[in-house]
Structures are given as structure tokens and as C-alpha cells.
């Protein structure tokens, strides 16, 4: 019996009889004041439910860099069988160190070398754009895009730079200008976002969001100036359904699905951990936008639009 346990252990761990039936989570807190957002946990949820569903525990590490203690503890000290990575940068040095090591980690988002590994991700800069023509067939040519925190930007977080780039090629396509604003992730920049948008440009009519986490705040910055969503200023957005719905009206947004990203990522974990030769694989969700009550026909700005031209007639009485 014994001889018969070790050889499924080994089965599943790509040949090691040292399994821990544990995976990692790496997964670094972009609140404010390092606390996880609405959103973080629902996948920190989706991968503990379908990890448990593998016969794995998991250990969650908020580990942003290699150089965090707790990266060293779970990847140096062999705690885990592999690792599912989030939160990716473009130049990650917990991505780098893994690919370089040949430790088994897959990613949900990407980077030029999480291609060498597994990863599942949403494509960003498509819904973005998607999310550009939406309000574009409405009318709208007055668009801001209210993207993640300054400090995400910065950093090279990959949802944020891909946001950014499908906003800005899907305006420049449509032959108009783009303007594109950093927002910290709660309520009180969301009001203050909206009071530069419209600052800015007062005759602005709509924005694209990926910040669901300021949404609420946007809203109660709109209804501030006196903007009625969607009579006369409408919102999309990138968000998962349970914050889309929650806000009055109802968001209109392209999904984010937390819990089928999640269990993609765990399976493609599984699948390195039993064949670890396969051919890496890649999973990148185009889903639809979903529509709901907060966007509508463009209503310009009054005094917004320039008066019409009419010809000089000379009137002879």
C-alpha cells in the first residue's frame, strides 16, 4: 500500500515523491494601505475553492518582488508544488526568477516572459476599446478613460498599461483625442476624478472605467455637477458583475470573471504538476460587454456645440 501512495504522489508532482499538496498564491494587495480590494478576494476565493476541489491547500503570499520574505519562505523553501502568480508587471521579478528556476508557477495576467509558462488572462486592451466604440455608436466623441492608481501605473502593472493602450488606439482610430486619468482605488477619488474630467473639459459625455473599486464615487461625482447617468452623461466600464449591478443605474460592462479565471488558472497548475514536459499553454478571455442602464444616446452639453452656420440673404422689400 505504501509503494502505491508514493507512486500516485510522484504521478502527480511530475515525478517527486516530496509532494506537499499545496500551491501558492502570490498576490500582492493594491488597496489602500496594503489591503486586498473586493475584487482581489474573489479570487483569492476562486483559487482556494478549485484548489481544494484538486486535493490542494493554499498558501497565499502578498509577495510583489523576489525579494519579499515571504517569496523566499514559500518558492526557496520548497512549501509549495508550484506557485499561480498575480497582480504581473511588465518587468517582474518574481516572474523572471521562476521562469530562470524552472519552479512551476503559472500566471493569471502576462508579461514577455510569463509566455514561457501558463497563463489565463482578459483581454484588456480589447475591452477597452470595445468599450470606446459602445459609447462611440451612441454618439459620444467626448471620452475620459478613469484608469487604476498612479502608483499602479507606475509600477507597470499589466491590466493598467493594456487598459491604457486600448482606450487610446480605439480613440485615435475613431479620429478623436483621447484623455486618459489615474484614479486611486475608493470613493473619494472617484468623485475627485470626475471634478478633473470635468474640469478639463466641461462638454465632456461619458467615460470608459476600469476602476470599480471608485465607481461609486464617480457616480456621486457625476450627480455632484449635476450629470444624470445616463441621461446626460453616460458610463461603461471593465468590471466583474456583483459591483457592475450593485451601483444605480446598473453598469454597463465588459465582464471580469474572477471565478473562471481563477479556475483556469489552478487547472493549467494541475496540468504543469502532472505533465510537466507539455508545451506551456495560454488562455485569453474576450468577454462581451453585458448591457445594462448607464449608457445611452449622447446629449451634448448645452453650449457645448458650436452654432450652426447660416447663409446671408439680402432681403429686398
Known amino acids: 500500500m505504501a509503494e502505491r501512495t508514493e507512486d500516485v504522489t510522484a504521478r502527480r508532482t511530475g515525478g517527486s515523491a516530496d509532494a506537499t499538496h499545496m500551491l501558492g498564491l502570490l498576490y500582492p494587495p493594491s488597496g489602500r494601505q496594503r489591503t486586498y480590494t473586493t475584487m482581489q478576494l474573489a479570487f483569492v476565493g476562486g483559487v482556494a475553492e478549485t484548489a481544494t476541489a484538486h486535493g490542494y491547500d493554499l498558501l497565499l503570499s502578498p509577495a510583489g518582488s523576489r525579494t519579499d520574505p515571504s517569496f523566499r519562505r514559500m518558492v526557496g523553501g520548497r512549501l509549495v508544488d508550484g506557485v499561480i502568480v498575480m ?15 524552472g519552479f512551476p508557477f503559472v500566471a493569471i495576467g502576462r508579461n514577455h516572459l510569463a509566455d514561457k509558462a501558463d497563463w489565463v488572462d ?8 470595445g468599450c ?5 455608436d451612441l454618439g459620444h ?41 489615474l484614479c486611486g482605488d475608493d470613493l473619494a477619488s472617484g468623485e475627485a476624478v470626475v471634478e478633473r ?13 476600469q476602476n470599480e473599486a471608485a465607481l461609486e464615487g464617480i457616480y ?12 446626460d452623461f453616460s458610463v461603461v466600464g471593465v468590471a466583474a458583475s456583483p459591483w457592475a449591478e450593485q451601483v444605480t443605474p446598473p453598469l454597463t ?7 473562471e479565471m481563477s479556475r483556469v488558472a489552478v487547472e493549467l497548475m494541475v496540468r504543469r504538476l502532472t505533465t510537466p514536459e507539455a508545451r506551456p499553454r495560454h488562455v485569453l478571455l474576450k468577454p462581451l460587454i ?13 453650449g457645448s456645440e458650436p452654432e450652426p452656420e447660416f447663409p446671408d440673404f439680402d432681403l429686398d422689400f
Do not use: W
Not at 470606446?132 to 462611440?136: G, I, K, R, T
Not at 474630467?197 to 472605467?209: G, M, N, Q
Not at 460592462?253 to 471565478?259: R, S, Y
Open 87 to 101: 497582480e504581473i508587471r511588465r518587468e517582474d521579478d518574481r516572474v523572471a526568477h521562476l521562469a530562470d528556476s
Open 122 to 129: 482578459l483581454d484588456f486592451a480589447g475591452l477597452a476599446g
Open 132 to 136: 470606446v466604440q459602445h459609447l462611440a
Open 141 to 181: 466623441s467626448r471620452i475620459a478613460f478613469v484608469n487604476r492608481s498612479e502608483e499602479l501605473f507606475d509600477s507597470g502593472y499589466g491590466f493598467a498599461r493594456l487598459g491604457d493602450e486600448g482606450y487610446t488606439e480605439a480613440m485615435k482610430r475613431l479620429l478623436l483625442t483621447p484623455r486618459a486619468y
Open 197 to 209: 474630467i470635468l474640469r478639463d473639459d466641461p462638454a465632456t459625455t461619458s467615460l470608459v472605467t
Open 220 to 231: 456621486r461625482g457625476l450627480t455632484r455637477h449635476g450629470r444624470s447617468v445616463p441621461r
Open 253 to 259: 460592462a465588459a465582464e471580469i470573471p474572477a471565478k
Open 290 to 302: 453585458t448591457l445594462r442602464a448607464s449608457t445611452g444616446r449622447c446629449r451634448p452639453v448645452p
